[in-house]
């Protein structure tokens, strides 16, 4: 009798056969959950899109995709960046230098998670000044955009700074995630989501009071490329802010073995030519300049692929309304500078873990009352000189920013 089998073939174990099955269909598990959120908002606003009626809060909500479910991290590093390139502009950076408040490294670290909570709680928090609590079906009052804005407009009251240097900021924060997801996510903005961007920013912009901002994401886009090729020069200004802001981001690295100097090296191939020119930095190394997209690309591709969407919104702010509300909670974030400001003070093995990581370098110090380890209110925020000041005043503009009054507990807590 023949045998029908081919001796020459070798025969696959079936654990092996299971295993590249199994592999597949996670695969297939992946790419369809991927799309599953970005398909369902934009079934749900398309239409309004294309009709031009979408709504600075429709708008946030498809913002919110992107910067806390699709691609938390490159949107904040965006925001971050768009921040960043602005010390490129000499009477943003000269105003700055001298405030000291990022000129310093006494002072940079609070300067920065400030300036972080402040911008991403107005992304991620409720614009409408409603929230719904979890477990509940009734919304309640949630004034953190309007307090935040509040105290940022507050702030810059007691400054010269000029409605073009106002815009081009705004312009930035609007740009940057289209260029960042473009270069390095795992996935472009689409049409609606880069006109949700402009709706949604556009209507923080005009609550700070800023002026003429163009009515299309076109013509904003001129602007900010003629006011940039105009005014983005040179300056000692701006390098130094470029000198203490990246001391500040790339903190954690060790100077040991030139590693601070090499990751120096890698950052600066973020840099667009212009902007590095104004900041007087000197050219990425040209091995940085093909590392760095590859490495970026190569998560993007990971992401993309091989990872499960995420199950629940990540955001450097509380996005929940703290279940102490409406009795002036202190609020913490998620994310901590160098200097390790409202992080909260922990027991038991924790306490040698924070030790740990000023050890290893991660943190210059330990969680202290110093650094306002109860966390922050929002009407607080911002230099130390000004800590304690213009409470009354914020809370006034918020209340006409939120259309109705805000509770006193906000600011002073849980009446007795």
Not at 28 to 46: E, G, M, N, S, T
Not at 278 to 287: D, K, L, N, R, S
Not at 389 to 399: L, M, P
């Amino acid at each position: 009798m023949i045998s029908m089998q081919d001796p020459t073939l070798p025969s696959l174990p079936l654990s092996a056969i299971a295993t590249a099955l199994g592999f597949i269909l996670y695969l297939c598990v992946v790419r369809d959950l991927r799309w599953q959120r970005y398909d369902a908002i934009h079934k749900k606003y398309q239409a309004k899109f294309e009709a031009g009626t979408l709504t600075p809060v429709e708008a946030q909500e498809v913002v919110q995709l992107v910067s806390m479910y699709d691609m938390p991290f490159l949107a904040e590093q965006a925001l971050s960046f768009a921040n960043f390139k602005t010390y490129a502009i000499p009477t943003i950076s000269k105003l700055l230098c001298e405030t000291r408040q990022l000129a310093s490294e006494e002072h940079v670290s609070r300067r920065y998670a400030d300036t972080r909570i402040l911008a991403l709680t107005w992304q991620n928090c409720s614009l409408s000044g409603r929230s719904i609590p979890t477990g509940s079906s009734t919304p309640t009052v949630d004034p953190r955009v309007s307090l935040s804005i509040a105290r940022v407009n507050w702030m810059h009251a007691k400054y010269k700074i000029s409605n073009d240097d106002f815009l081009f900021t705004l312009s930035l924060v609007i740009f940057e995630p289209v260029r960042w997801t473009a270069r390095y996510g795992w996935r472009e903005l689409s049409l609606l989501e880069k006109h949700a961007l402009f709706v949604f920013w556009s209507e923080v912009g005009r609550r700070m009071n800023i002026k003429d901002i163009p009515t299309s994401m076109q013509e904003l886009q001129a602007w900010s490329e003629a006011y940039e090729e105009a005014h983005m020069i040179p300056a000692q200004t701006n390098h130094t802010l470029s000198k203490h802001t990246t001391g500040e981001l790339l903190f954690p690295v060790p100077r040991r073995f030139g590693l601070r100097q090499v990751t120096e090296g890698l950052t600066r191939a973020l840099l667009e030519d212009r902007v590095r020119i104004a900041m007087m930095e000197p050219e990425a190394p040209t091995y940085a300049a093909y590392l760095v997209p590859f490495l970026l690309r190569l998560a993007a591709w990971t992401q993309k692929h091989l990872l499960l969407p995420r199950l629940k919104p990540f955001s450097v702010v509380q996005i929940d309304l703290p279940e102490s509300s409406p009795c002036g909670p202190r609020l913490v974030p998620t994310k901590f500078t160098s200097k390790p400001w409202y992080k909260p003070r922990r027991q038991g093995h924790w306490v040698f873990i924070d030790r740990l990581l000023v050890m290893v370098g991660w943190h210059a110090d330990v969680p202290s009352a110093a650094y306002k380890s109860d966390g922050y209110k929002i009407h607080e925020l911002g230099p130390t000189r000004f800590e304690n000041d213009g409470h009354e005043e914020v809370f006034k503009i918020a209340e006409g920013l939120q259309g109705c009054p805000i509770s006193d507990a906000w600011k002073y807590g849980k009446k007795s």
